[in-house]
């Protein structure tokens, strides 16, 4: 016994010793004085592209109140601490906290930026103004230079267009001029020819058009590109960058009989966002031609129309289809389909046979998966007096969810149930918890409690382990 307490007695001293207060020597030793224990680390370096890195934190000794320990970043634009402030209570004092620090992308390329993290100035009694200090790089993810999407479809010798969009990949600190050209202005030509970039448009993709050339040529489906020829910038990361591959076009022929379908505008969305795309023919044909299609997954998305009818008279103005997202209350994530063509209808030899590309389309979710736990504090009463809150569901779940909860202390309040019940038939319904309030016979004044919750069990990953935050009560 006395080999075990001269044990702990030196692990006292060490512990005062590393957060430089002196404690005594011998067995003379003195009580543990305030302090923090902050670990090392566990790397030197967050990253723009989200990397992070942890650390824990405890007091030395022990607090007679609750004792917040703010956790501050000099530079959130580079790292930024996933919880401001630890709490330590008399009861988890030596019980280390994790910190989470996560790299911030600011978009622009400064290189490796050094930061800090600051633990503390503690707020507490007998805690009052301690800190530790913890150095971090950022690492950055930038690099000045151009991107040039795909175009968006082909273009025609009857002057059909498509477009396609330059950016900068970094924030510059002066103005970028793009020089463009089409590299065969037999097949197509441009407009603009130069786009300017500054601090504050950097990111914003611009648009160019592409303009088909009829060459009155039978020479098929002719591939063209258009190129960057020259960056002008008096900030040197561009104006040494290199040039961006070009765009590649493709001309189509106006004696080939064909369909040009232009890419979906963009994502459908479950709260009803639509998304366009056109179609035309190539050539004029000698007899109506009808193009007909439908969604393979009307359960995400629907077209408006089923068909199109192109005559000698319309078989170059391109028609619009427009395509509406569709809910299903489920958080299954953004869901890939496809508009899909169905073979053409015509005499026209020509486009009898052949029919469009399919169309890919994405109809984004709007559910997430969570639970909702109407929040208090909620007040119960030791003369028995109860408290209700709601529990509910942000998405209709896959399969049931059965979500257990309990009181963090029966001493002052027991709640009327252990689980709550969710199904695809009343997820959005709120459920009911009502807690008790119970009289300990002591006059310990207004007591903070908690109704906990365990993790959900259910089929549908979305939900199966998901926790749920606790209910705040005061007894």
């Known amino acids: 016994m006395k080999h075990g307490t001269r044990w702990r007695q030196r692990v006292a001293v060490a512990l005062a010793v590393a957060v430089g207060a002196l404690t005594g020597c011998g067995d003379n030793v003195r009580p543990t004085p305030p302090g923090l224990t902050v670990s090392s680390p566990t790397g030197g370096s967050t990253t723009e592209g989200g990397g ?5 934190v405890a007091l030395t000794s022990k607090p007679p109140r609750t004792v917040g320990v703010p956790i501050v970043s000099s530079d959130a634009t580079e ?14 004092f030596d019980a280390p906290q994790t910190v989470t620090i996560v790299g911030q992308d600011d978009f622009e390329a400064d290189g490796t930026v050094p930061y ?22 950022n690492t950055d993810n930038d690099t000045s230079g151009i991107t040039l999407s795909a175009a968006a479809g ?20 002066e103005p970028v001029t793009l020089t463009l050209a089409s590299q065969d202005t037999t097949e197509g030509t441009i407009a603009p020819t130069s786009l300017v970039f500054t601090p504050e448009n950097w990111n914003a993709p611009q648009v160019v058009t592409v303009t ?25 990361r561009y104006s040494t960058a290199a040039l961006p591959a070009p765009v590649s076009v493709l001309c189509i022929d106006d004696d080939t009989a064909g369909f040009i379908v232009t890419d979906a505008t963009g994502p459908t969305g479950e709260n009803g966002d639509q998304a366009q795309f056109t179609v035309r023919l190539t050539t004029e044909p000698i007899a109506d031609v009808t193009v007909n ?14 068909s199109l009818t192109f005559t000698a008279a319309n078989w170059n103005a391109p028609q619009t289809v427009t395509v509406t997202g569709q809910n299903d209350n489920v958080a299954d994530g953004n869901q890939p389909y496809k508009i899909v063509f169905a073979a053409t209808t015509s005499t026209d030899a020509n486009y009898s046979p052949i029919k469009p590309a399919d169309v890919d389309l994405l109809n984004l979710d709007d559910e997430t998966a969570g639970i909702l736990v109407e929040q208090g504090p909620h007040n119960t009463v030791e ?9 509910v569901l942000q998405s209709e779940p896959t399969g049931d969810v059965v979500i257990g909860y309990a009181t963090s202390d029966a001493t002052e309040g027991v709640a009327n149930g252990t689980s709550l019940t969710f199904t695809a038939a009343n997820w959005n319904a709120p459920q009911t918890i009502t807690v008790v309030g119970k009289d300990d016979f002591v006059a310990d004044g207004n007591q903070p409690y908690r109704i906990d919750f365990a993790a ?10 998901m926790f749920a935050a606790g209910a705040t009560m005061i007894n």
Not at 52 to 56: E, L, N, R
Not at 79 to 89: D, E, I, S, W
Not at 456 to 465: E, F, H, K, L
């Open 212 to 236: 088909g050339v009829d060459d009155n040529l039978k020479d098929g489906p002719q591939t063209f590109n258009v190129a960057v020829t020259a960056i002008t910038s008096a900030d040197p």
């Open 154 to 173: 082909d273009v025609t010798e009857e002057g059909a267009t498509t477009t396609f969009t330059a950016v900068l990949n970094a924030i510059p600190s």
């Open 293 to 306: 299609y439908a969604s393979n997954d009307a359960t995400e998305g629907v077209a408006t129309t089923n």
């Open 456 to 465: 959900g069990v259910s089929s549908d990953a979305n939900y199966n382990g």
């Open 383 to 391: 003369d028995g007096s109860s408290a209700s809150f709601s529990v």
């Open 52 to 56: 992070s890195v942890t650390f824990t």
């Open 116 to 137: 800090k993290i600051t633990v503390g100035a503690t707020q507490g009694v007998d805690y009052e103004g301690l800190s530790s200090e913890i150095s971090l790089t």
């Open 79 to 92: 790292g930024k601490p996933m919880v401001a402030r630890l709490l330590f209570t008399p009861e988890n």
